[in-house]
């Protein structure tokens, strides 16, 4: 399980990049906080199950649609913690206004070890 929750926040880290680059993208797109962060959110989440699965948990063999759809559904209770620490972050701090990442980086942090434990368990469940 160490190996596993290694790896799982490796992909995390990659999630991350993808979650933070896309928000700066889209809010460059004149899209408001909080529309932008819902769009990273489900880039980044695909990337995380894509490199989860190929890397974290590839003994687990199910099929990808079904599994993505389940992973998305599984790590939406990691999400909305995700996604409200961000919102509030924003909402009461200007600098997290002006750096909109750090809401991203503190949310992914609070969220990551609920959506380990719920995809472990629930969508990678016959991995070792």
Do not use: K
């Amino acid at each position: 399980m160490t190996r596993q929750f290694v790896r799982f926040a490796v992909v995390g880290t990659i999630g991350f990049v993808v979650d933070a680059g896309v928000l700066l993208y889209v809010l460059s797109q004149e899209i408001g906080f909080y529309s932008a962060r819902a769009v990273s959110f489900l880039c980044a989440v695909t990337c995380t199950w894509l490199l989860n699965r190929v890397f974290t948990f590839r003994d687990r063999n199910a099929g990808w649609l079904g599994q993505w759809a389940h992973f998305a559904s599984v790590n939406l209770v990691g999400g909305l913690i995700n996604y409200g620490i961000y919102a509030v972050l924003v909402w009461q701090l200007a600098f997290v206004q002006t750096w909109p990442v750090l809401g991203v980086a503190a949310g992914s942090i609070a969220g990551m070890f609920v959506n380990f434990t719920l995809s472990r368990r629930y969508v990678f469940e016959h991995s070792d």
